[in-house]
């Protein structure tokens, strides 16, 4: 039988059941929202989305919608501490279009990074995570140079293993950890200083989106278009895509690719 949006609705409305929880369904718009009756707080699916998943990938598709829907649902009901967390905090890199309020109008904790990347905070929880925001800030007496020192440890602590690989005499050294925290390694200070000390031309730096790193020793001319083709590649595919730009890293600084390449002097 040919899955609908109100099949899949049912679905859902039974794979969800529980007392505490409210969930409605809109036609216009072929949404399904799920909340907690208490606070109101909850998520909005939209159905299409999911039948097209379920047609291609079946019944692992409800299993993995199910999971995910649960464990946010769980998360949103409960009030998290960040004192005794101090090793669960970490950055993370959202573009700057990324909203710096919840929609419940908190104000998410955050500082500049580029033109192009912001840090957020995170407090991880497992499966998932929770961005931190100013009230919970608040609650502990906490400040945001505390947050951002505690943060900026962590990713310290995390393994920076890569793989390689060589394109038109280019080296490209790739992250790619998948727990989370790939493009935040990019505030490492001491990685980023390694990778410089270690490269035989310039160093390049990507993160096109939250679930890799990129660092490229660029040595002719041909490694920034490679650079450039690859970022976007990765830009277009990732999950939380965050910039299709690319960054040289020098005096301890990140300049995009496309203001200094064309006016780069040749090396002799």
Known sequence: MKMTSIKM????????A???????YNR?????????????????????????????????????????????????????????????????????????????????????????????????????????????LEQEGWTRERIDEIATFNIRSLDNDYKQDTVADNDFYFVAKQDGYDAS??????????????????????VPHQDVLIFADIQNKAGYDILAQMTMKFFAEGRIPITSLSFIYENKMLEPVFILAKNRPEKK
């Open 18 to 24: 529980n007392d505490n929880f409210k969930t409605s």
């Open 185 to 206: 390694r990019i505030l490492n200070e001491a990685f980023l200083e390694e990778m410089l000390a270690n490269a035989k031309g310039e160093l390049a730096v990507a």
């Open 28 to 136: 216009d718009k072929d949404t399904f929202r799920i909340e907690w009756k208490d606070t109101g707080q909850g998520m909005t699916i939209t159905l299409p989305n999911v039948v097209s998943k379920y047609n291609e990938r079946g019944e692992a598709t409800i299993d993995d919608l199910e999971e995910h829907v649960s464990e946010a649902m769980r998360i949103m009901h409960e009030e998290h501490h960040l004192t005794g967390m101090e090793k669960q905090i970490f950055p993370v890199i959202r573009a700057t279009s990324f909203p710096v309020e919840t929609k419940s109008g908190k104000q998410l904790v955050h500082k500049e990074h580029t033109a192009e990347t912001r840090v957020y905070y995170a407090l991880d929880l497992g499966k998932s995570y929770q961005l931190i925001d100013e009230s919970m």
């Open 9 to 16: 609705k049912q679905i859902l409305e039974d794979r969800l």
